[in-house]
C-alpha cells in the first residue's frame, strides 16, 4: 500500500503561482512513478503531469504545458507540482497518484493509488 497526502492548494488570483506538494508513506517511493491529476466540477479527471521514478517527466498535459512543473524528492518521499502564470480555468481539486508502471500512471482509470486531493482556487 501506498498512502499519498496531498497539501499547498489554496485561493488565488488569476497569474499567481503556487506549489502543490504530495507526500507519499508506505512501499518504497522511488519505485513509483508519480502524477497530477485534476478533477473540475462536472468534468472528468484530467491527467496534469507525470513523473517516473527515474525523475524523468513524461509529456504534460495540453492545458499546462510550459506554466506547470512537476518534480520529486526521493529523499523526502514527496512530489511536486510548481503552477505559474493560473488563471481561473485551473480551478479544481489537485489529485496526487502513484503507480509502478509510467504508463498506467497517464490514465486515471488504470492508477493504483490516489490521494484525497486539494482544492486550487483562481479567481479572475
Known amino acids: 500500500q501506498v498512502q499519498l497526502v496531498e497539501s499547498g492548494g489554496g485561493l488565488v488570483q488569476a497569474g499567481d503561482s503556487l506549489r502543490l506538494s504530495c507526500a507519499a508513506s508506505?512501499?518504497?517511493?522511488?519505485?513509483?512513478?508519480m502524477a497530477w491529476f485534476r478533477q473540475a466540477p462536472g468534468k472528468e479527471r484530467e491527467f496534469v503531469a507525470a513523473?517516473?521514478?527515474?525523475?524523468?517527466?513524461?509529456p504534460y498535459g495540453d492545458s499546462v504545458k510550459g506554466r506547470f512543473t512537476i518534480s520529486r524528492d526521493n529523499g523526502k518521499n514527496t512530489v511536486y507540482l510548481q503552477m505559474n502564470s493560473l488563471n481561473p480555468e485551473d480551478t479544481a481539486v489537485y489529485y496526487c497518484?502513484?503507480?509502478?508502471?509510467?504508463?498506467?500512471?497517464?490514465?486515471?482509470?488504470?492508477?493504483?493509488?490516489w490521494g484525497q486531493g486539494t482544492q486550487v482556487t483562481v479567481s479572475s
Open positions: 497518484a502513484a503507480d509502478v508502471s509510467s504508463t498506467r500512471i497517464r490514465v486515471a482509470d488504470s492508477v493504483s493509488y
Open positions: 508506505g512501499r518504497t517511493f522511488s519505485q513509483y512513478a
Open positions: 513523473i517516473r521514478w527515474t525523475g524523468s517527466n513524461l
